[in-house]
């Protein structure tokens, strides 16, 4: 990805449907077509109103004081990242080259998952668990608050969770931690290899 402004909605990879029945059709037509629309519709009136930002690769903007550029960037970005790497339910397994990365830097595989629902489960109010690398290559886990994104740190991420509300709370409205269990069904983890080899 290295959009620049003016910013398009990016279609999704796959039906409204696609990932039933983890994440149900209408959640994500109103997660993609309404709130992902607004960050980007947002994020042109913000970068519209700042001139010398309109030729910045949009990773350059997650750090902006500007709040609205900040937060808008943020969140166009990691949405089109949520959106690549996940597809329909059952479809997943973790590669060889993945899963002798993830039992370098974290044991198991299960242990590596565990950390990642404590660490979307501590998240207070809204935010993102990601799988992240830094430039060693070394896997770690982290979250971030609202839109931020890990790249900010130098972490480079190869999975990400949406833990606002509004990525599950038609279906799953307070249980956030069914909502993380049950997402792991639609993890594209071809996908997740391909950025970890990347
Ligand atoms: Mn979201």
Redesign the pocket.
């Known amino acids: 990805m290295n959009k620049m402004y003016p910013y398009d909605l990016e279609k999704l990879p796959y039906p409204h449907e696609a990932l039933e029945p983890v994440i149900d059709a209408q959640t994500m037509e109103i997660?993609h077509d309404k709130?992902?629309q607004g960050y980007v519709n947002n994020l042109n009136k913000a970068v519209e109103e700042h001139r010398e930002l309109q030729g910045k690769p949009i990773e350059e903007l997650f750090a902006s004081d500007i709040p609205a550029v900040k937060n808008n960037a943020g969140g166009v970005w990691n949405?089109d990242f949520?959106w690549g790497i996940m597809a329909s339910p059952g479809r997943g397994h973790i590669g060889d080259e993945l899963l002798t990365a993830l039992e370098k830097d974290f044991g198991k595989v299960e242990e590596f998952m565990a950390i990642f629902e404590a660490e979307a489960m501590a998240r207070f109010g809204s935010g993102w668990a990601w799988l992240v690398k830094d430039k060693s290559g070394k896997l770690s886990v982290m979250s971030t608050a609202n839109q931020d994104n890990p790249m900010v740190e130098g972490k480079m991420p190869i999975l990400a969770l949406?833990i606002?509300e509004?990525?599950y709370y038609l279906k799953y409205q307070n249980r956030r931690a069914d909502y993380v269990k049950a997402w792991w069904d639609i993890v594209n983890w071809e996908k997740v290899e391909d950025l970890l080899k990347s």
């Open positions: 997660h709130h992902h949405h949520f949406d606002w509004h990525a």
